[in-house]
Structure formats: C-alpha cells, structure tokens
C-alpha cells in the first residue's frame, strides 16, 4: 500500500510539472547586419522575391532580414527551454518551458517581450476576440473537365482557361498537413513534368522531405484541386502554376505552435517570391484550454497567425484562406484577418454549405470574403483515386486557383486590387451576408472589369499628404476640371463618392477611422487606383 502511495505521489508530481509547461513567443530586440542586409537584397532573399516586391512597390525592410542565429543558440542553452519555430516578421521565436524558465530570459539583453500563448500569463490580456480546427467531412485550352466541371464552370473559370490563362507564371504556397502521394501519383504528373512542383519543407518535424511524413494526406486532397490532372476526368483550377508546399499542421496536437510554423512557412514563401499563399486550416481551440482563444478574439488581430498574415500581406502576397467549417460558430484565424481572403462554401446548385463558418461582427471586414463549391468538391486522394469531400478547405483552393489564373491575365495589379475586383464580381456584392459573403465571384467578369481598367488611361494625378490625418489634396494635371473620387473601405464597399473640382483641390478626410484603404480616381475614360492610408 505504502509503495501504491508513494507511486501515486509520483505520479502527481509529474503530472504537476507538466502542468506547468507552457508556450510563449520570445521577442528580440535587434538583429544583426540590417543595413547590410537590405542594402544587398540577394543575400536574404531569392531574385524572383526581389522583382516580385519591385513590382509592387514593396519595400525591403527589417522584417526581411532574418534572426539573429547567436540569440536563438543561446535561447537554446537556456535551463529548461526548448526552442519550436522562429519568424523573422516578428522577430521572435516560438519556446516551451517552465514559466519560471521563460520569465528568466527577460535576464538576456537581447530578449525584448515575452507573450504566453496562456493569455492569463501575460502582464495584460490580451484584445478581444475562438478558432476549432477545420474537420474535413468526407462522403489553351478545351479542357474536358469531367469530375471538376461544376466547381470550375460555376466560376465561370474555364472561360480564362479558354484564354490561356491557366495560372502559368504565378507561384502559389501550399500550407498544410500532409502530401503523401504528391510526388509519385499519375494525377500529378502532368505537374511533375512541367517543373512545375518547385520545393518542399516539413516545418513540423524540420524535414526537407516534404513527402516523408503520410500520416495524413489532406494536403495532397487541397492541392489536388488546383494542380491535379486526369486526361477527361479530372482538371484543377490553376493546372499550369507552380507550386510550392509546405507542412504546417500537425494533426496528432492541437498547441499555438502550429501557428508559429504557419508565421514561418509564410516567411520562406516571402522569400521564395511566392504569388499566393492557399491555407485550409484554422486555429481557435486547443488541447490545453488556457490556450484556446473566446469568438471575441476572433477580431483579425489578436491570434499570432493572424497577425503574421498581416505582414505576410504587407509584403504583396495574396492570402487565402478557408473561412472554416463551424457554421454559426464563426470563421477562426488566420480567416478573421482583414488581410486574409477568407473563402465559404456552397453545394453544386450555388447554395450556403451548412457547414461553412458564418461571419460576425467581431472581424473587422466583412466575412466570409467570397464563395467557391466546398460541398462534395472533387478531389484526388493519396492513392491517386478521385472521390468528393466536404469542407472549406477544398473551396478556398479552387478559389486560390482562380486567383493564380486572374493574376496572370492581369499581372500589373497587386493583390488588393485583384481581391477587390473579385469582389465586385460576385453575385452578392451589393447586399453581402454573413452566410455568403459577397457570393459567388465571376472571373470572367473580374477579367474583363480589370482589362477595363487597365486599358484605360492612368490619370495623371497626385495626392498628398499619404498617410493623410484630415485633409486630402488632389495635384490636377493640366486641362483637367474635375476628379471623381471613390473609397472603399475594409469591406469592399463605396464610402466616399464626391467628385472633386479643380479650383478646390482636396477632401476633407477626418471622419475616416484610421486604416488603409483602397480609392479610385477617374477623369473622363481615365482612371487610376491608389492605397490610402488614414492616420
């Protein structure tokens, strides 16, 4: 009896200090060579990265330049941590310890914060706003789609497809679970030969191999529905982009640290010059309950993935990401982010998926974004076998295919721009739900509206102050008398419709919340988009 106790006893304690183990995010607060670094832009980044960004007007900065290696060594060597991830965004790194041994880093000069994915640990709480994992609910060209026709058709997708415009020169990142099948199966041979299937990591277990871990194969199912092909059976939506994919989920926990590989994933892409990030994971709900975000946090800036998803946005990627399969539960992170093209799903005929996460008030812009078929998608399996699945996570990738075929056709836009033309061409932009969204977009439509643009003549016109506190002012170009000016706020929809005359050059702005924005200007057949950024 003594000894069953004693064993017992034990066993409490060990419980005890695992217990106590927790995951936190470690703030530096420098790093090392920056001006070096961005002033020689080949050193930390690929060459595609760099003509992607100069493209767009991204800028190099701090955040490009990676970690300093020497504090994570020495985070390392610290009694008790154990270092998961790092994201050179943030410039932080992802432990797990002790609260004792994690409080006692703040000893390092070089650690500037701490933050308890536990938000009770943190010194204030952190805002507002819960994210259950996304279950998946089993049961050029004259492409004969076969099993695929509707979910493509129903975009109006195989009109671009028709056009050649099939994805080919845009790189999409594959952020998921698991590939197994991807590098062997004939459905993805088409890919292979191509060269088109670029590169992979297994940020989860640090193994290049991307392919080697087969424990679950949802990846291989998500992708399959932009790159796949089977001759007369099976076409993705984006079958000529390139692809590269990268394991961030691990199915067998649920811990913030999967968030923390996602931040990473996201850099790698970054720096790879990846087009269009594709996501069919969300995050709310964690084993360990202290971790597990309230709906209120679910506001697009409270959980890390989401607030990564900013940044990786910020440096002209175009995010997109399942809304989630919670229904009225609502849409998890990284979906609630403004940043974040989130995709809902709807059945064959184009009607709301019961599954598919509603939108709330809590996110900032309205969700979900748009709508692709989510119910019974196609899909190929690992055995290479086609068969239906439902769930978000397969309408956000046929969506993602969409985009990658959009953007080729018009690769003068950025990725606020396109995300904004698709939204005009849905079929509910002008009345959106929390169930639909703005609907279901057209690319047919959004191409020919964006042709109509870019064809246009750019009005040669410029404003000033940008950031702007209250008053806008307008530099007319010459012989021109009058600018109609439209801002569009987080949602997609107009705010400001004035037209601007040239003997009163500005607008009064103040009323405007702080925020970017997207506005339009237009002079008789001319026209020209701009990001506004209100202060």
């Known amino acids: 009896m003594r000894k069953k106790l004693l064993f017992i006893i034990a066993l409490l304690f060990q419980l005890q200090i695992y ?54 060594t020495q985070l390392k060597n610290a009694a008790g941590i154990s270092v998961w991830a790092k994201s050179k965004w943030f410039n932080a790194v992802h432990v797990r310890g002790t609260q004792s041994d994690i409080d006692a880093l703040l000893n390092l000069s070089f650690v500037d914060q701490i933050e308890y994915a536990n938000g009770d640990l943190n010194t204030s709480r952190r805002p507002g706003p819960t994210a259950n994992k996304f279950e998946i609910e089993s049961t050029r060209i004259n492409f004969n789609y076969g099993n695929t026709q509707n979910q493509v058709e129903m975009l109006n997708l195989h009109l671009l497809h028709q056009s050649d415009y099939t994805g080919d020169g845009i790189v999409i990142a594959v952020l998921d679970s698991g590939f197994p099948g991807v590098n062997t199966i004939s459905a993805f041979q088409r890919l292979r030969d191509a060269g088109d299937l670029l590169d992979g990591y297994d940020f989860v277990d640090r193994d290049p191999d991307v392919y080697a871990f087969a424990s679950n194969d949802h990846g291989t199912r998500v992708l399959s529905t932009m790159a796949a092909y089977v001759e007369d059976q099976f076409v993705g939506t984006a079958p000529d982009a390139s692809y590269y994919l990268f394991r961030t989920e691990d199915v067998f926990s649920e811990n913030p640290v999967e968030e923390s590989y996602w931040v990473e994933a996201a850099e790698r892409a970054d720096s790879l010059g990846v087009d269009i990030i594709n996501t069919s994971l969300g995050y709310k709900s964690y084993d360990d309950p202290d971790y597990t975000y309230s709906s209120a946090d679910m506001n697009g800036q409270t959980a890390f993935i989401s607030r990564g998803a900013g940044i990786a946005s910020e440096k002209g990627m175009l995010l997109v990401n399942s809304a989630g399969n919670s229904g009225a539960s609502g849409v998890n992170a990284p979906a609630d982010s403004p940043d974040v093209f989130s995709i809902g799903a709807v059945d064959q005929n184009g009607m709301y998926a019961s599954f598919s996460s509603q939108g709330n008030t809590f996110q900032p812009s309205h969700k979900p974004d748009v709508m692709a078929r989510g119910a019974s998608s196609s899909i190929i399996n690992s055995g290479g076998g086609i068969s239906q699945n439902n769930g978000t996570s397969f309408s956000s990738p046929i969506l993602a295919g969409g985009v990658a075929c959009l953007m080729q056709a018009v690769p003068d836009l950025n990725a606020s721009e ?11 932009y002008n009345f959106p739900d929390y169930l639909m969204g703005y609907g279901i977009p057209d690319f047919d439509l959004a191409l020919n509206n964006a042709l109509s643009l870019i064809d ?59 925020g970017i924005y997207l506005s339009r200007m237009e002079s008789g057949q001319e026209s020209k988009i701009f990001k506004l950024i209100k202060e």
């Open 19 to 72: 217990a106590q183990v927790e995951d936190a995010w470690v703030y530096f607060n420098d790093k090392e060579n920056v001006t070096q670094a961005i002033s020689n832009p080949i050193s930390i980044l690929t060459q595609q990265a760099i003509d992607r960004k100069a493209a767009h007007g991204i800028p190099i900065d701090f955040r490009d330049v990676p970690v300093n290696e020497s504090y994570i």
């Open 418 to 428: 396109i995300k904004q033309i698709i939204r005009e061409s849905s079929s509910q």
């Open 456 to 514: 246009s003549v750019e009005v040669d016109l410029r404003i000033y102050p940008n950031p702007v506190v209250d008053r806008l002012n307008f530099i007319f170009p010459p012989d021109t008398e009058s600018v109609q000016v439209y801002i569009f706020d987080a949602l997609g929809k107009v705010i400001i419709d004035e037209t601007i005359q040239a003997e009163s050059p500005s607008i009064n702005l103040s009323s405007l919340s702080s």
